[in-house]
């Protein structure tokens, strides 16, 4: 990809190399707990809910310690990358919003290391990239590229399939697809309520197609072989290969993510469309 000379995003949210709540200073600790004690008696109410911190987890009020750590030149040639990719998302969607009389509103996106607090709760980085519908952000520890590569989707574009991935999340909240969905998934059966995950995936998926399909029209970014590289992402991360890699039989049912094959075609149909209309992976189930 011809990224280098690409517009970076001011969405960034960086949590890296920073310390959780036991490594902060006695004193700036101390005085957080007590505002918010005050708050806590004052209102009667957890104001971590007010903050948008809520969800029963610990405050973590970050603290920057510097880095100098090996590999922190190539971890900042990934931010650079994600800053890149996560301002094409904003420029692909915007044009699409735009011309269907929207204007669209942007996720951010948060770079962490290890662990991380959201509206959606504590997560590991062992998850991967997600996206929490709660807060509107995306999650990504860049230590997930390499797991990437291990699974055989390398190259820039694969990189940026997962995060273009991810704000098709987003774009589903926005279109209160995701709330639909799980309301209705808390009335089906566990083998049904699958299916709609894998659904709801897939259309993620054809999502990631139509941001490219978009972008590529205003910046000229891709170069020979990165189309083949985001279809060969999508089948490396499909279910039934992690099931194989994983050494479990093969077993539909329990996929949420869709098979190698039809998260490679979904990606190609909103590639080739360019057009939310031909996304909707649900059709079959209505
Ligand atoms: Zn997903």
Same mark, same amino acid.
Request: proline share 3%; aromatic share 12%; charged share 20%.
């Given at each position: 990809m011809r990224w280098r000379d690409k517009r970076r995003s001011s969405n960034i949210e960086d949590r890296r190399g920073r310390r959780g709540p036991r490594g902060r200073k006695r004193?700036?600790? &101390?005085?957080?707990? /007590?505002?918010? $004690? =005050? *708050?806590?008696?004052?209102? &009667?109410?957890?104001? /971590?809910?007010? $903050? =948008? *911190?809520?969800g029963g987890s610990?405050?973590?009020?970050y603290e920057s310690t510097t880095s100098s750590l090996p590999g922190s030149a190539q971890k900042d040639e990934n931010a650079e990358f994600v800053s890149v990719i996560l301002a094409s998302?904003?420029?692909?969607?915007?044009?699409?919003?735009?011309?269907?009389?929207?204007?669209?509103?942007?996720?951010?996106?948060?770079?962490f290391n290890d662990t991380v607090s959201s509206a959606c709760g504590m997560t590991s980085a062992a998850t991967g990239p997600f996206y929490c519908p709660g807060d509107h952000k995306v999650y990504i520890d860049l230590g997930?590229?390499?797991?990437?590569?291990?699974?055989?989707?390398?190259?820039?574009?694969?990189?940026?399939?997962v995060i273009a991935h991810e704000v098709g999340h987003h774009i589903q909240n926005l279109q209160g697809i995701s709330m639909k969905i799980q309301e209705l998934q808390r009335r089906v059966s566990k083998r049904q309520a699958n299916r709609l995950s894998?659904?709801?995936?897939?259309?993620?998926?054809?999502?990631?197609?139509?941001?490219i399909?978009?972008?590529?029209?205003?910046?000229?970014i891709l170069e020979r072989g990165d189309i083949e590289e985001g279809i060969r992402a999508a089948a490396s991360i499909?279910?039934?290969?992690?099931?194989?890699?994983?050494g479990q039989r093969i077993n539909p049912?329990?996929?949420?993510?869709?098979?190698?094959?039809?998260?490679?075609?979904?990606?190609?149909?909103?590639?080739?469309?360019?057009?939310?209309?031909?996304?909707?992976?649900?059709?079959t189930v209505r």
């Open positions: 004193m700036g600790g &101390g005085l957080m707990l /007590l505002i918010i $004690l =005050g *708050l806590f008696l004052l209102m &009667g109410k957890n104001p /971590l809910n007010l $903050l =948008g *911190l809520g610990v405050p973590s009020p998302t904003e420029d692909a969607w915007g044009t699409v919003f735009k011309r269907a009389g929207y204007q669209y509103k942007a996720p951010k996106l948060v770079l997930f590229f390499r797991e990437l590569n291990r699974m055989g989707a390398t190259g820039d574009f694969a990189r940026a399939y894998t659904l709801t995936e897939l259309q993620a998926d054809c999502y990631a197609g139509i941001w399909n978009n972008y590529e029209k205003q910046a000229d499909g279910d039934d290969r992690m099931q194989r890699n994983a049912d329990a996929f949420t993510h869709g098979s190698s094959r039809e998260r490679a075609q979904w990606f190609k149909i909103g590639m080739k469309y360019g057009s939310l209309k031909k996304c909707d992976t649900f059709s």
